[in-house]
C-alpha cells in the first residue's frame, strides 16, 4: 500500500518511516540499530519526558522564543502523551544509545508530529519541528536526567503507600499474635522464648524505618538540572528557563522541585539515582529476610515449625496431592532479588560516567522504573494475599517451647551458667524437658544456688520456669522485679 511508508530525511540521509507512525526517521533508525531486548520504555520514562516538553513549551512562549500557534499545539500533543494516548508509538529499546538520545527524540518527534496534525498537516510534514521547536533550549543532556528524577517522584507516593500498607498489616498481627509465646531462635538453633507478636512488631519496624529512607533518598531526586543543556554551561537556553522550568514543572507535576545549586554537577552526577536505588535495595533486603521468615516459620505442617499457616492460594504440586507452598512468599523473593538486580545494574551504570555526561542513562531510567513497578506490585500482592489472611498455629508454637531446653537461662540467676549448661546437656540425652529435669534435681536436692550457699527448691525453679511470657519481657528471673 502506498500510505504503508513515508520517506523522511535527515542529517544521514533518507529512511522509510512506517506511514501511520507519530515517531519519525531518528527513532526509525534506533529502531533498526537496536533490536536487543524487544522491552519498551516504561509509562514512567515516557510520562516525565512528556510533561518536560510540554513545560518547554509553556516556558519558551512566555519568554518570547516560540510562537503561540506552535506553542498551543505542542501543550496539547504533550498533555496527550501525559495522559496515555500515545504510549505504543514510544518503542525505541533501553539498550540503546548512550544518555537516551533515541528516548529524548522518540518523545520530540511523537509530539511534533502530533502538533503537525492538530494544526491540519500530515505526518513527516512536521510544521512543528521535533529539534527546533518541540526540543527547544533542551538537550537530551538535562532532559533525560531530569525525567529520571520527574519519573521515580511520579510513583513515589504509590511505593511508599504499598510499604505502609505491609507495615500496618504486619502491626497488626503483632497485635494479634501477642499473646502466643514460642522459642526464640539464634543461629537457627532454639533460644530464649519471645512473642510471636514481638517477632512480627520487629517486622513492622524494619519495613517503616526502609520506608522513612526511601523517602529520605527521594529528597535529593527534587533538585532538577533541566537548562543546563548540553554540558551545564545552559547554552541556547534563556538566563531564565532554569528556574521556570522548575517553577512550571512544579506547576504541573505538583510535585515539590527545587532548582540545581550546580547544573554541571546534575549533568555529571547520577549519585541522586544511585542513592534512591540504594534506598530500594535496602527494601528489598529486608522483604526477602521476611519472606525467608515466613517460609521457614510456615515449614512443614507436619516435618516443619509449622508456626504459621499462611493462605493455601493455590495449589502446590502437580503431582503431590493436597500439598500447599508458600507461593507469595516464594514471589516475594524472586520479586526482591530482581530488584536487588536492577540496583546494581544502577550503580554499575552511575560510577560509568565521564567528564560532563553520564551516557549510561537509558539503562539507569529502565531499571530504576522497573525495580519501582515490581516492588509496588509485589508488596501489594504479598500484603493483600499472604499477610492480612496469616494464622498462627498456637498449639505448635507452645510446644516447641516446651521442649526447648534453652528456656534453662531463665535459672542463670539461680544455679549459673555452667550448672544450667549440665541440665541442657541431661535433659537432651534423656529425651526429657529440662523443666522435668531441673525440678526432680531440686526435689533429690541436687541443685545449688550460684551465689548463696544454699540448695534451689523445687519451687523455686518451677517459679522461675512457669511464666513463660514473663520470660519475654526482660529483667532477671528470681531477681529484682524493679517495682
Partial sequence: MADSYRIESDSLGQLQVPGQALYGIQTQRAVLNFPISGLRPWRAFIWSLAVIKRAAAEVNWTLDLLDERRARAIVQAAQEVIEGR???????????????????????????????????????????????????AQSTNDVIPTAIRL??????????????????????????????????RTHLQDAVPVRLGQEFAAYAWAVQRDGERIQRAAEGLRRLGIGGTAAGSGLNAHPQYHPRMVQKLAELTGLALYPSDNLFESMQSMADAADFSAALRTLAITLTRIANDFRLLASGPSTGLDELRLPPVQPGSSIMPGKVNPVLAEMLNMAMFHVQGCDLTVSLAAQAGQLELNVMMPIIAHNL????????????????????????????????????????????????????AGLVKEALAQGRTVRQVAIEKAAAGELRHAHEERLVSAQEVESALSDMRRLTEGGITGGPTGG
Fill in 369 to 420: 522504573f522497573e525495580a519501582m513497578q515490581v516492588m509496588i506490585g509485589a508488596i501489594n500482592a504479598f500484603t493483600e494475599k499472604c499477610v492480612r489472611g496469616l494464622q498462627a498455629n498456637r498449639l505448635k508454637a507452645e510446644g516447641w517451647l516446651e521442649q526447648n531446653a534453652i528456656i534453662v537461662t531463665a535459672l542463670n540467676p539461680l544455679i549459673g551458667y555452667a550448672r544450667g
Fill in 151 to 184: 519519573g521515580a517522584l511520579w510513583r513515589l507516593d504509590e511505593l511508599l503507600q504499598a510499604v505502609q500498607g505491609l507495615g500496618q498489616a504486619l502491626e497488626q498481627k503483632a497485635q494479634e499474635f501477642d499473646p502466643i509465646v514460642k522459642s526464640g
Fill in 86 to 136: 500515545w504510549d505504543e508509538q514510544f518503542v525505541v529499546d533501553p539498550f540503546q544509545a548512550g544518555a537516551g538520545t533515541s528516548h529524548n527524540m522518540n518523545a520530540n518527534e511523537v509530539i511534533a508530529n502530533r502538533a503537525t496534525q492538530i494544526l491540519g498537516g500530515r505526518l513527516g510534514e512536521y510544521l512543528v519541528q521535533p529539534n527546533d521547536h518541540v526540543n527547544m
